[in-house]
């Protein structure tokens, strides 16, 4: 009898590793049905895209989860939801989660905020203590709506696999799994998942992450026993490796009214929730629209997902960036597309847009985004700007972190110690490393393929199908 699973893709970066890699191929080949769970508003535009024979598209239910968690004891899952986040052991690099915890914090308002000391005291103990930890994330199984019940007396899994460990609404299918005795397992899909997202939101059995380095985060950091670790590379990358989803470039330039004879700067709006992206954007513009570099230069800006959240500061930085560049013949904009519905602007149905933008850039600059790890397997140079405004976003009831101090962050570090890329924290500097590239993209070279290589793993397109034997070998036991 054929085999079969669960896959919940939840988010566009989940798309892009399960269904745009070989890792759905090779398991579908490996005699495997597959029951793909994802965004309802998408996934009618998901199954017309994707459908295949194997393969049956069900709807998340995100809506009865959002209201189970909104209404059944809201307060208790709310603090459950932030003690997973920031709680793991302080046996590794905690930087990313003391931001994380700041933002949060910042957020809560009324009477919830007069839990906050106590809560202060639980992350300390939890960072020091495995049972601690270990008694949090039990204490999960109490928030366990079974609105999969249908579906699991209809499909009846070999197998849950998920895109996050419960960090998401993913969490209550993968809970129902569970208490069901069926297998769960889950991918690490985000470079800086390990590192920024900490303790399981459910009881998983199984996890595959890229590298080495992830591996000691999940084990060190979230209690991760080794033998439950599979290093199975990135499949979202394999077609980065194998050039696959590159765009003529010549069809690419006409795509954004490039102009072939100038250097193309491209610049990804990165890290939103904790700083404003316009003094980067700012900064660069102006060295491009006064031809102030070595050599004439245009600007191509990728706007964040998060500038596409209606009636928010991002929505309004995202206009204030148009308005900026209206008369700068050389500065053009690039806004990721969207499948709909809560799938955002993630969606990954522009895969082939940023894989073009990152090989065509003469500089690549961003704020430590996961496209550094991209840009580095485009082997395109790469700069880090960290330009900083006094006050931040300037909102009270908004967290803002100084980009100048966010250099410590687990992923942060790794690029900086690698010597993949320069960092910049004003104008000058954009100015000089830029014009460094300029005149010799390759330097850092070697940098740039040794940090790929301990990030990512495999390297030659096959993560996709190395993840997918580890699926293999978690249903054979």
């Not at 989660?97 to 933002?103: C, H, S, T, V």
């Not at 202060?120 to 366990?144: I, T």
């Not at 140079?381 to 101090?405: H, K, R, T």
Request: net charge neutral.
């Amino acid at each position: 009898m054929k085999k079969r699973i669960f896959i919940i893709a939840d988010h566009g970066l989940s798309l892009v590793y399960f269904l745009q890699s070989d890792l759905v191929p090779t398991l579908l080949n490996g005699g495997v049905e597959i029951i793909l769970l994802t965004d309802d508003g998408a996934c009618a535009a998901i199954e017309k895209r994707f459908a295949q024979p194997g393969i049956t598209f069900e709807g998340l239910r995100l809506d009865q989860c959002a209201k189970y968690y909104e209404t059944i004891a809201p307060r208790r899952q709310l603090w459950l939801y932030v003690l997973r986040w920031v709680g793991g052991s302080n046996r590794v690099n905690v930087k990313a989660m003391d931001g994380n915890y700041r933002l949060i914090t910042t957020g809560i308002s009324g009477r919830t905020r007069l839990m906050i000391p106590l809560i202060d005291s639980l992350v300390w103990l939890m960072r020091r203590s495995r049972l601690v930890r270990k008694l949090v994330v039990d204490y999960q199984d109490h928030f366990n709506p079974r609105i999969y019940t249908d579906l699991f007396e209809k499909y009846n899994p070999d197998l849950v696999l998920a895109s996050s460990p419960g960090w998401r609404f993913d969490r209550y299918l993968l809970r129902e799994a569970a208490a069901r005795g069926v297998p769960t397992a889950t991918a690490v899909v985000g470079w800086d998942n390990p590192s920024s997202y900490r303790l399981n939101g459910a009881h998983v059995d199984r996890i595959t992450c890229w590298s080495e380095i992830q591996k000691e985060e999940l084990v060190l950091g979230a209690d991760w026993k080794p033998e439950q670790v599979s290093i199975g590379g990135i499949p979202s990358y394999d077609g980065y490796f194998l050039r696959s989803w590159l765009i003529p470039r010549d069809e690419y330039f006409r795509m954004h009214g490039l102009d072939p004879q100038r250097k193309l700067l491209s610049y990804a709006c990165s890290f939103e929730t904790f700083a404003p992206n316009f003094p980067n954007i700012a900064a660069i513009a102006e060295l491009v629209s006064q031809n102030s570099l070595s050599e004439p230069c245009q600007l191509l800006i990728r706007l964040h997902p998060n500038h596409f959240r209606p009636n928010s500061r991002f929505e309004d930085e995202a206009n204030r960036v148009r308005k900026y560049i209206q008369g700068m013949p050389h500065v053009h904009l690039v806004e990721p597309a969207t499948l709909g519905g809560g799938m955002g602007h993630y969606s990954g149905e522009d895969i082939g847009e940023k894989s073009s933008m990152m090989a065509y850039s003469d500089v690549f600059l961003t704020v430590y985004s996961t496209m550094v790890v991209e840009t580095a397997i485009h082997d395109r140079p790469i700069v880090s700007v960290c330009i900083d405004i006094p006050g931040g976003w300037n909102m009270p009831q908004f967290y803002s972190l100084p980009l100048a101090e966010i250099g410590e962050w687990p992923t942060h570090l790794r690029f900086r110690q690698s010597g993949a890329g320069r960092v910049a924290v004003n104008q000058q500097e954009v100015l000089q490393h830029v014009n460094f590239y300029l005149k010799d993209p390759a330097a850092d070279r070697d940098n740039r393929s040794r940090f790929i290589r301990d990030e990512c793993t495999f390297t030659d397109g096959t993560a996709g199908r190395c993840t997918a034997q580890n699926v293999l070998s978690w249903l054979q036991g």
